[in-house]
């Protein structure tokens, strides 16, 4: 397999704290309404401890990504060395089809550029040698940088329950599943 | 509830009259109709199509930059309508232009093919996977069925007397094939996954929904009792339309609404 790099979310470390949104926002200072990573609670139809189940998601870098097949002027990108999506704003006319198709809702309108944006890995940070602003702010590692190709743990979900399964896509996102508390009786 | 994507309502719609148009005016003319009035008929297709193609620029927000959208032919369907339809609108101005080929029904049917190619093109651009009620030959339907009946509907104001029964007869048909679908669709959509079942119960809360459904039962009545289309019943018709798409627009409930629900 190629090299492709993925969000690892660990639900079992994840507190729903919001730090990955908040570094992204202050990475980028996209504007008011714009936003990149969402934290979004498990509904209790899933997971009935709502206080500690979350997904935390961006832009899932997929195989066949919805947002590159439909641009109609060629504004996505996915680099060949890490599979990374890149959305190239400057191309963009703002047609909006990109963030209509995607299934995970990670394009979003900027009203200012009148372009659409998302994230796009910090691929200059990675170019660089670091990890993701998202990745980088966790406190608790629940959120972390992982290569598909060389990932060894088998305790990880593509398609967790609250997550859009959309198997053509293939979205690199991995998730390791919220244990079910123990109850401690007096 | 999203954007209900006006400048996406006028360009849909009014590119499917002019669609419907071309449509009608081939298949009268190899049924050995009338020629005469052919320049005014594709005055009114060219027209149409004129006011659909500026209404889309507004949907963009650089719409300078319009051209630019021929560049993902590959794999974009958004690309390729916007090629039928420049096409489309190609043979349109040649026909208004040059008057005397307007009459040629080789025209009508050439005009109809790339009508075609706009209407399927259209139909997979709305029909992405993050909208499960329209991921799949529903959206083409739509535009299909609103093309024919849009076509019939004005194209009896050109269609001889000889041929207006013929006009009648479409158009009942088509409303009839619309009504069904509108009806069918959200139903079904009630016993699908959790995001179809909110686009169902969202369309059948609607508004628009409801217009429309109103518009086309208007329709009905008045060409079954009348056994002929009034002048005015296109115009209404074409009211019905352009609300019916907003709803399409407005209603259909995206997969990114539920994330961490139940899919
Ligand atoms: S998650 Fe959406 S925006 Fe990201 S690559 Fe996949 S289709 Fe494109
Ligand atoms: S909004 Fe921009 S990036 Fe998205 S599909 Fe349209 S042109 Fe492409």
Known sequence: MKKQYAFLVDSERCIG?????????????????V????????????????????????????????????????????????GVVVHHQEKCIGCGNCIRSCPYGAPKYNPVEKRAEKCSFCHERLDAGLKPACVQSCPTKALQLVDLAEM??????????????????????????PKTPKMVRR | MQSMEFPLVLFTVLSQAAIGLTLMRAVRTTSGGEEAAGRTEWLLIA??????????????????????????LGTAWLSREVLFAGLFMGVAALAVVA?????????????????????????????????????NALPAAFFLTSAVLLGAGFGSWFADEGLRPLMVRIFTGAVVVGLVLYLVAPCV????????????QAWLASGFYWAHLGVLAVALAVAWKTRDIPAWLPVLVLIGELVGRAGFFADTVHTAANMGGLY
């Open chain 2, 189 to 200: 959509w009630l016993s699908g996954g959790e995001v179809m079942r909110m686009t169902g």
């Open chain 1, 152 to 177: 060894q743990q088998t305790n990880q979900v593509q398609y967790p329950a609250g997550y859009p399964k959309m198997e053509k896509l293939n979205p690199s996102t991995r998730f390791i599943l």
């Open chain 2, 99 to 135: 008057g005397n080929v307007a009459g040629k029904p080789a025209l009508a049917w050439l005009g109809t093919a790339l009508g075609l190619g706009v209407i399927l093109s259209a139909g997979m651009t709305y029909a992405p996977p993050a909208l499960p009620a329209l991921n």
């Open chain 1, 35 to 82: 936003v990149w990573r969402q934290v979004y609670p498990l509904s209790e139809e899933i997971y009935p401890h709502r206080e500690r189940a979350f997904l935390s998601l961006a832009c899932n870098h997929c195989e066949d990504p919805a947002c590159l097949n439909v641009c109609p002027v060629n504004a996505y990108t996915k680099r060949e060395e890490d």
């Open chain 2, 47 to 72: 027209g149409l199509m004129v006011a659909g193609l500026l209404g889309s620029l507004f949907h963009l927000g650089h719409p300078l930059s319009a051209p630019m959208a021929l560049t993902h």
């Open chain 1, 17 to 33: 704290c919001f730090t990955c949104a908040m570094a992204c926002r202050n990475y980028y200072h996209q504007e008011e309404g």
